[in-house]
């Protein structure tokens, strides 16, 4: 497993923007697809978006598209999300994960994850 550390949360309001960054332990980061999921309270740990290790290929979640933007820098060991246009709905505990190294699948599920980070908390007022 990989260590993940992410940063960035806050409190912003409703159209504002922020940058998560997620930072890993070790030298093997470019062999690792990521991804970000949220849970807000009451609710599910929900998949938000994804960059595999091979080709850098994106998924996203309908509710986010067109407002964040996932991106990785392995010479930082660094996957960053950008989020645009925040929503209060967009409200939650955000956590990085990482899959096991060279593999990229049903990136859309918490279970193919092996390791995550602590979580940094966003909130959106309106």
Known sequence: QVQLVESGGGLVQA??????????SGR?????TMGWFRQAPGKEREFVTAIT??????YYADSVKGRFTIS?????NTVYLQMNNLKPEDTAVY???AQKPYYSGRNYAAASYDSWGQGTQVTVSS
Request: charged share 25%.
């Open 15 to 24: 159209g504002d923007s922020l940058r998560l960054s997620c930072t890993a």
């Open 28 to 32: 093997t980061f470019r062999t690792y």
């Open 53 to 58: 290790w091979i080709a850098d290929s994106t």
């Open 72 to 76: 990785r820098d392995n010479a930082k």
């Open 95 to 97: 956590y990085c994960a």
